[in-house]
């Protein structure tokens, strides 16, 4: 039986992360970008041997394959999307929870370290991608990634995930993208998620 992919729902109202994020871009971008990799998807692996598999195993058996890039991409960027939705809060940014607190310090010297890092990945970033922390081998790390790639492909796993497309921000902030992103770190960051996540 053929896995069908979703467009999970967002975990927020359209308009609850205004003015950070307005309701426009998150109609465009959800509505339409987060849902055309999911439709496509769809279509591409219909009929193929990754047509049962589950959405993180699409990924796994595609990642690095030449004759599978347009499934890599939209796969990855179905699940970096909703990476990227659930790494948001409307009440989001200010102080890490203890436990995630504590590694940052760890491993950056300081929470405002660790944002520095997030900013410098997502202003750097050139052209379209994304900007990580990860857990590398039980260290926090910020990476960043080109279009749609993950860094679980490089053994690395992302407890919370910044999108630099400009479809991210443009409806906002035009070329401002670093406006865009220290705005999202200060009021939107879902530091509790991060801390979920680690391993
Ligand atoms: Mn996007």
New binding site residues.
């Given amino acids: 039986m053929s896995n069908v992919h979703v467009l999970p729902v967002l975990p927020f109202a359209d308009n609850a992360l205004d003015p950070v994020i307005s309701a426009n871009t998150l109609s465009f971008?959800y509505g339409k970008?987060?849902k055309t990799y999911v439709d496509n998807l769809n279509k591409l692996v219909t009929g193929t041997e990754l047509a049962d598999l589950s959405l993180e195993q699409v990924i796994a058996a595609s990642s690095g394959r030449a004759d599978k890039v347009g499934i890599f991409n939209n796969a990855a960027?179905i699940w970096?999307?909703t990476f990227?939705w659930n790494s948001l809060t409307p009440r989001g940014g200010g102080e890490p929870p203890a436990a995630l607190k504590q590694k940052i310090e760890a491993d950056f010297g300081t929470v405002e370290g660790c944002k520095q890092e997030l900013v410098a990945a997502a202003t750097t970033q050139f052209g379209s991608g994304w900007a990580w922390l990860v857990q590398d081998g039980g260290k926090l790390k910020v990476v960043k990634t080109a279009n749609a790639n993950v860094p679980s492909t490089e053994g690395m796993k992302p407890l919370l995930v910044i999108?630099v497309?400009e479809?991210?921000y443009y409806l906002d902030y035009q070329n401002r993208r670093v406006d865009y992103v220290n705005a999202t770190i200060d009021r939107l960051i879902n530091w509790g998620f991060a801390e979920k996540n680690l391993g």
């Fill in positions: 971008h970008h987060h960027q970096n999307h990227y999108d497309w479809h991210a």
